[in-house]
Every structure is written in C-alpha cells, then in structure tokens.
C-alpha cells in the first residue's frame, strides 16, 4: 500500500466501508483482507489530495451510527407495533431485548473503534481540547469537542437509546431487585446478569469522559433506587419492631445488611454499594436507635455476650454510635465491678487482694473485648478508663489513695523471701505492671517501692536479686530512667558492699588481726536511699564488743576513700547473738539495740532500765520500743509492765524454744502507720520542689506568660509522675513570686514574667 496522499473519491470509497462499517457494528462476519483493506481506506481519506476528507468521514460515520441506533431502538428493543399494556406484561423482554442490543451495540464499537484508529490518532485528538483550555477558558468540551468514534458511538447510544427508554428499564429494574428481595424464583442467575448488564450500561456509555463518568448513572437509577430502597428499608424495619424483641431484631438486621451487601454486589456499579449499606443502616439502626439501646444497660449487667457481639456489628459501621450509650454503659459496668471488688477489702493481705482482684477484672474484661468486640481500641479505651477510675478512686476528699502503696507492697510481697517459684513470682510481676500503669501518683508508688526495696536489700530479705533487677527494669519500660535512677544505684551500692567486704577480710589477714566476730558492712549512699527520718543519727554507746570492729574498718575505709564521711546506721543492723547461759545453746538473729542490750547481762543477771538506757545511751523511745520486744520474745523478764526507772530487767534462766536458731526482728521491719505517713509527707515534699523547677524552667524559656497557659504547661509536665492539684500550683507560683523568680507583669492580673 502506498503512503502518498491521492485524489479519492469519497463516495466509492465510503459505499465500500460502510458494509464494512455495517458489518462491524452487528458483530458480522468480515474477512481479514477487507479490514485490512478498510484501514487503508480510513488513511487515504484522512490524507486525500488536495484536500482531506477525514471529517467528512467523521460526520458520515456519524449519521450511519445515528440511523442504526435508531433502527435498532424501532425494530429490536421497543417495537412501535407493541403498546404500551403489552410492553408491561413483557417486562423481562424489553430489559432482555436491551441488553442483547446493547451487548451486540457495545462489542460492534469496540471493534469499529480499532477500524478508525487512524482518525480518532490523526484528526480527532488533535482538535481536541486540552484540560487547560477546558479549566481556564472555560469552555464546555460537549459543544466544542469532537469525540472519538468508540465515544461517538456510546454517546449516539445515551442520546437515542438510554434518553428514550432509561425511566421505563429503571422501573422494570427496581421490580427485579425488589422481586429478588421477596425471594422469587424468577430471578435466576440469568435475570440477575441481564439486570446488572442493563445497570452498567449506564455507566459504560460515559466511561470515557474525565468527569462526571458516573453521571447519567446516578441521576437516572441510583437516586430512584436508593429512594425506593430507603423505602423498603423503613417498611421492613417497622414490621419487625412488632414482632421482635431487641436481640431478634438484631439477628434480622444482621442477616439483611449482608443479604443487601451480597444483592448490592451483585446488582449495581461499585460506587452504589456504600450509599446502599448507609441507606440501610439509616432505615434498620440509626432510626430505630431508641429501641436498640432500651435493653443495653440490661445486656451489658448481665453480660449477655451474643447480643453485646450483635450490637457491637449492628453498631460499628456507624460513625459516633459506639463512643455513645453502649460504651459508656460498658464503662459503668466496669467500673461498678471494680469498685465493688475491692471496696471491702481489709487485713494484713489488703494489698494481695487489692492487686489480684483488680487483676481479674481487667483480664475479664479484656478478654470479653477480644471475645465480643473484636477488640476494638474504643471498649480498650473505655477499659483502661474504667480501670484507671476505679484504682486512682479516693473513698473521700479527705482520705488518700491507697493504690500506689498497695501496689508497691503487693510487689514487696512477691519479691521477698517465699515459697513461691521464681517462675510463678516473675509472672506475678509482669502481671503487677498491668496495674501499675493505671496508678496516676506513681511518685507516691516510687518511695514506697525504694524504702520497701531498701529494707529488703539491707536486711536481705529478697528471694532474688535477679527478680529485683527485673523488676526495675519493667518500672524503666514503663516510666523511664529517671524514675528508676536512684533504685539501680541502690543496687550498685550493694555489689560495691560486697567488693569492699572482701577487701576489708583480706586487709585484715594481711594485718593478721582477729576481729572476734563476723562481720558485714553495707555502705550506702545517702542520696540514693530512703531511709527517711533514720538520718537522723539516734545516739547510741557501741558496746565494747563492737567497738574493735567499727574502729578497724573506719581506719581502712577513710585510707581507700579520702574526703568521705560514714555515718553508721546502727538502728538498720542487726547479727546473730550465740546465747549460751540456758539449758541449751540458741542462736539468735537481732537488732543492733537489742543485742547490745543483751551484753549488758554478761556479767550480771539483772539490771535496772534506768541503768540500761544510761549505759547505752539511746533515747525513751528506742530503749522502750527494743527492750518491749525482748520480753515479748521472753530472753528478759521485768518486773513490772512499765519500763521505766528502777523497773528491775533480769535473764530468764527457764527460756526454752523448740528452735535453737529464730529470729526477733521481724517485728521491727514492718512498716508502721509513722513511717506510712512520713512517706506521704516526703511525696508532699518532693512535689512542690518539683513543681516549683517545673514553673522556673517554663518561665525561664517563654520569658512572659499568662496564668491559664502556665498551669496546663506544668500539668503537661507533671502527668508523667502525678496529676497536682491547682491549689498546690498556685502555691508555689506564690512561693516563687516571694522568692523573687517570677513577678506578675505590670498592669496585668493573669501574667507572669520571668526575673532574669
């Protein structure tokens, strides 16, 4: 084939392709060297000398499609002989005849599409609008665009076929869906492809455009189906109300919206079926909300699990409807349960109980969420916030929150020496940190946790050092290292003890000197542990026994650390006393007091306690509290109840004990109301020295600022640790306005400014 342009003659050339043309549009049968041949009629006249004949070609082309189109809406889909009666009781021929032309229409175009390839390439394309033109200009590419012939020919379809026949197949549509939503049998698998091909082709016939594709399709069926679906909906919907009650309901709705979703599937164009399952949602849930909600409360106290799991499907797809009265009953329920679980609790095991009843509360209720609300973050949330409620709750406004200190000693419990398996304490522990993190003053939790670990340390008491550091560490996952700086340092102090214990033995060997007894010193950083009102040196008369010891190590210490101070703690030591004067030999652990107490009778069998506290020099009350616990452990007799002045103190030479090795000291470790209290008083202490940083620290970078931005940025701040109260932030903005930090600005009430 030649490529030169020619002089052609449009008429001879144009009868012959358009048998072609004819032939291509009805699904014919055209042989391979015509189409090959008609390719190279469409180029030589698009490039016919002297002058092209490409849109004659076009507008030709155009009028066949017109004309057949026509012909076939005349003679095929809607035969002028038949009335309108007979066109209703034929309802499925007139949707059957449309989809066989329509499919025969769509394919035919397809093809013709390819035949004229080179024009839609060569002349329509290029006259084409731009999306710039169309944009800016604003011109309307309907009435200035040409379209391509596979275009053409859709629109041709829309204008002729679609336009004529679209509100009669729309009405014999929504009978088939509705004859499909009663169950009959007429609409087979086969009636169901021929609906969906008539739908789409609402679509099809715009598919081209770069907007508004979706159009015609949405203006002529999805706006009349979705007013008749909505219709439907509200009927059905009432007609349930009367015969079901709140969890039949819920089953019928549940199996609707997916008998509608698998329908909507397939039925209609993608784009329909979430504007289908919200109109279903509206007319089954959204307004019958009332009624669902009416059993909630009751569903929720009796934790009806199959119809909480249906509500929860019901409820879900819509926006907000979950964050209402479901969840928030949920988080009553919760919190009701908690509050009661552990709102009776008393005895020595307060603590034990208070944890692990909480504990199973939340993995109750955390499991109920995987279980029936698949776990959804909104019930998880309204868990931690049920939990933390309940755990941060004050019995009054005048009474503290227990929690930490009770989370805190359940910890000391577990991590003491016990018959518990390290397995089952480890699991215990992590379990623990579930509460913990609930615990809004979690500084109150850290002094009670280090004075708890620090008398477990001194008086080694703990199971394992392995499951203390363990659990220092999951306190540093969930609150940082500053939160547990100070207990690793404890710890560090205990393994630098023992390095210094070894060096002081093999001191003593290298100076071949014999102390007389063991000995075993912890040396401990006064910064780092809490020993409280203990610093507070109680005075005390070493006995002589002692005496060599403390000496001798003082001597070694200050030669190794120059410059440090030791300051002995001699009310958190305690040893073993070999008592050797009864019937049988007992060995006991003790106190420091009480065994220096005990020497005393050495070298006599009585002595006054006047006599006793002079000689050791220790105050009214520690005399009172070591010497009461000595005659309650029955080593010493008095002769009257009150242990004052000549009151006479004498060995009891008819003590006897079924163990030869026990101890006396237990009774002093426990932690007593004073200490409790002074604790708290500490947390009271450090928060306003906290507080007081916080608001220099806030103040020093933003220079100038108002009252309100300033306490939220120091309850930013402080949330980490514990919420301050706002008359606690206002006394120290005041302490520090005193102070000279911060001064309110100059004619202003409710600003503060920073004093550099």
């Known amino acids: 084939m030649s490529l030169k342009p020619k002089v052609v003659n449009f008429n001879t050339v144009w009868h012959d392709l358009r048998e072609t043309v004819e032939a291509v549009i009805t699904l014919g049968n055209v042989k391979r060297d015509v189409w090959n041949n008609r390719f190279s009629d469409v180029y030589s006249l698009c490039v016919a000398h002297p002058e092209p004949l490409a849109e004659k070609l076009y507008f030709e082309t155009k009028q066949f499609l017109e004309n057949h189109v026509q012909n076939m809406l005349v003679t095929k889909v809607a035969p002028t002989n038949s009335t309108p009666s007979q066109a209703d009781k034929n309802v499925p021929d007139l949707l059957q005849r449309y989809y066989d032309a329509w499919s025969q229409y769509s394919k035919g175009i397809f093809y013709l599409d390819c035949l004229y390839l080179y024009l839609n390439q060569q002349h329509i394309k290029k006259q084409k609008l731009s999306d710039a033109d169309i944009t800016y200009c604003k011109i309307c590419p309907e009435t200035h665009d040409l379209k391509e012939i596979g275009e053409l020919g859709l629109d041709i379809w829309r204008i002729y076929m679609v336009e004529n026949l679209g509100k009669q197949l729309v009405e014999h549509i929504l009978e088939g869906i509705k004859a499909d939503r009663c169950g009959s049998p007429e609409i087979n698998s086969q009636r169901v492809k021929i609906i969906n091909g008539v739908i789409?082709?609402?679509?099809?016939?715009?598919?081209?455009?770069?907007?508004?594709?979706?159009?015609?399709?949405?203006?002529?069926?999805?706006?009349?189906?979705?007013?008749?679906?909505?219709?439907?909906?509200?009927?059905?919907?009432?007609?349930?109300?009367?015969?079901?009650?709140?969890?039949?309901?819920?089953?019928?709705?549940?199996?609707?919206?997916?008998?509608?979703?698998?329908?909507?599937?397939?039925?209609?164009?993608?784009?329909?079926?979430?504007?289908?399952?919200?109109?279903?949602?509206?007319?089954?849930?959204?307004?019958?909300?009332?009624?669902?909600?009416?059993?909630?409360?009751?569903?929720?106290?009796?934790?009806k699990r199959k119809d909480l799991r249906n509500m929860y499907i019901v409820l879900k797809p819509i926006p907000d409807r979950l964050k209402g009265l479901l969840i928030q009953t949920f988080l009553d329920h919760i919190k009701n349960e908690g509050i009661e679980t552990i709102s009776t609790l008393k005895g020595e095991n307060m603590h034990i109980q208070f944890v692990e009843n909480m504990l199973k509360v939340h993995q109750k209720y955390q499991e109920l969420i995987a279980d029936v609300f698949e776990n959804d973050s909104l019930f998880l949330s309204a868990l931690d916030k049920a939990c933390a409620s309940v755990?941060?709750?004050?019995?009054?406004?005048?009474?503290?929150?227990?929690?930490?200190?009770?989370?805190?000693?359940?910890?000391?419990?577990?991590?003491?020496?016990?018959?518990?398996?390290?397995?089952?304490?480890?699991?215990?522990?992590?379990?623990?940190?579930?509460?913990?993190?609930?615990?809004?003053?979690?500084?109150?939790?850290?002094?009670?946790?280090?004075?708890?670990?620090?008398?477990?340390?001194?008086?080694?008491?703990?199971?394992?050092?392995?499951?203390?550091?363990?659990?220092?560490?999951?306190?540093?996952?969930?609150?940082?290292?500053?939160?547990?700086?100070?207990?690793?340092?404890?710890?560090?102090?205990?393994?630098?003890?023992?390095?210094?214990?070894?060096?002081?033995?093999?001191?003593?060997?290298?100076?071949?000197?014999?102390?007389?007894?063991?000995?075993?010193?912890?040396?401990?950083?006064?910064?780092?542990?809490?020993?409280?009102?203990?610093?507070?040196?109680?005075?005390?008369?070493?006995?002589?026994?002692?005496?060599?010891?403390?000496?001798?190590?003082?001597?070694?210490?200050?030669?190794?650390?120059?410059?440090?101070?030791?300051?002995?703690?001699?009310?958190?030591?305690?040893?073993?006393?070999?008592?050797?004067?009864?019937?049988?030999?007992?060995?006991?652990?003790?106190?420091?007091?009480?065994?220096?107490?005990?020497?005393?009778?050495?070298?006599?069998?009585?002595?006054?306690?006047?006599?006793?506290?002079?000689?050791?020099?220790?105050?009214?009350?520690?005399?009172?509290?070591?010497?009461?616990?000595?005659?309650?452990?029955?080593?010493?007799?008095a002769s009257s109840e009150s242990l004052e002045g000549e009151t006479k103190i004498e060995l009891n030479f008819e003590y006897t004990n079924k163990r030869t090795k026990f101890k006396i000291t237990a009774a002093m470790q426990r932690e007593t109301p004073q200490e409790v209290e002074h604790t708290l008083s500490a947390v009271d202490e450090d928060r306003k020295l906290y507080l007081q940083a916080a608001i220099v620290r806030i103040m020093k970078s933003r220079k100038v600022l108002r009252h309100n931005a300033l306490i939220q940025e120091i309850l930013s701040q402080s949330k980490v640790s514990f919420t301050p109260s706002i008359s606690m932030i206002k006394k120290c903005i005041e302490s520090l306005i005193d102070k000279q930090y911060i001064e309110r600005t100059p004619n202003s009430g409710d600003e503060y400014s920073y004093v550099a």
């Open 200 to 303: 789409l082709s609402f679509v099809q016939v715009q598919d081209y455009k770069k907007t508004g594709s979706l159009k015609l399709y949405q203006d002529l069926f999805e706006t009349p189906m979705l007013e008749a679906s909505a219709q439907y909906y509200s009927s059905e919907a009432s007609k349930l109300l009367q015969r079901c009650s709140v969890s039949e309901y819920m089953e019928e709705v549940i199996k609707i919206l997916d008998d509608e979703n698998k329908r909507a599937q397939k039925f209609l164009h993608n784009s329909s079926l979430a504007k289908l399952r919200k109109q279903c949602e509206e007319g089954f849930i959204n307004d019958r909300l009332d009624f669902l909600y009416s059993e909630c409360k009751e569903m929720v106290s009796q934790e």
């Open 391 to 637: 755990i941060n709750r004050r019995p009054n406004d005048r009474q503290q929150c227990r929690s930490a200190e009770l989370v805190a000693k359940y910890c000391d419990t577990l991590l003491k020496k016990s018959k518990t398996s390290e397995t089952e304490v480890d699991a215990k522990l992590t379990n623990n940190i579930t509460i913990f993190k609930y615990i809004e003053d979690k500084d109150v939790y850290q002094k009670f946790y280090s004075r708890m670990l620090a008398k477990r340390l001194i008086h080694e008491q703990s199971q394992s050092m392995d499951a203390e550091e363990a659990m220092i560490n999951r306190l540093k996952q969930a609150c940082g290292y500053e939160f547990t700086n100070k207990l690793h340092r404890m710890f560090t102090d205990i393994s630098l003890s023992a390095d210094l214990n070894n060096k002081f033995n093999s001191h003593l060997k290298k100076e071949n000197t014999d102390l007389g007894i063991n000995l075993s010193i912890k040396v401990l950083q006064a910064g780092a542990w809490p020993l409280g009102p203990t610093q507070v040196v109680i005075p005390f008369a070493v006995p002589q026994e002692f005496e060599k010891s403390i000496r001798m190590f003082e001597n070694f210490y200050h030669t190794s650390f120059s410059g440090r101070k030791l300051t002995w703690l001699h009310h958190l030591c305690h040893g073993e006393l070999k008592i050797g004067f009864l019937k049988k030999t007992y060995i006991v652990t003790m106190q420091t007091y009480q065994m220096a107490m005990l020497l005393l009778f050495e070298t006599c069998d009585s002595l006054t306690c006047k006599e006793i506290q002079t000689t050791l020099q220790l105050n009214n009350e520690t005399f009172q509290k070591h010497m009461q616990s000595l005659i309650e452990s029955k080593l010493l007799l």
